[in-house]
């Protein structure tokens, strides 16, 4: 198992960055491919972006490639998600999402195994 713990989130105004992290424990993070959703009030959990097991591949859902990057320090045990250039729209609770396997991209949400609690960015117009 692996406990994941989010934090970064916070408000900000448009055009702003925000660099959220998620912490894991409990288990070898190397083996554990990632992502990050987002929910936003009265919507649905959607994908924003995912990392592979080595760091070396990563997908972006289209609103954000160009703005957002994720990365990760195994070493450090930690997932990052670095939001640029934010929108109105990317407010929403954050979520990071931990998959043990193979080493791929993983886009989808019901395929990941252990979730955190989550971290609320909120982007003011």
């Known amino acids: 198992q692996v406990q994941l713990v989010e934090s970064g989130g916070g408000l900000v105004q448009t055009g702003g960055s925000l660099r959220l992290s998620c912490a894991a424990s409990?288990?070898?993070?190397?083996?554990?491919?990632m992502g990050w959703f987002r929910q936003a009030p009265g919507k649905e959990r959607e994908f924003v972006a995912a990392?592979?097991?080595?760091?070396?591949?990563?997908r972006y859902r289209d609103s954000v490639k160009g703005r957002f990057t994720i990365s990760r320090d195994n070493a450090k045990n930690t997932v990052y998600l670095q939001m640029n250039s934010l929108k109105p729209e990317d407010t929403a609770v954050y979520y990071c999402a931990a998959v043990y396997g193979s080493d791929y991209v993983e886009v989808r949400g019901g395929m990941y195994e252990y979730w955190g609690q989550g971290t609320q960015v909120t982007v003011s117009s």
């Open positions: 990392i592979n097991r080595s760091g070396d591949n990563t």
């Open positions: 409990g288990s070898t993070f190397s083996r554990y491919a």
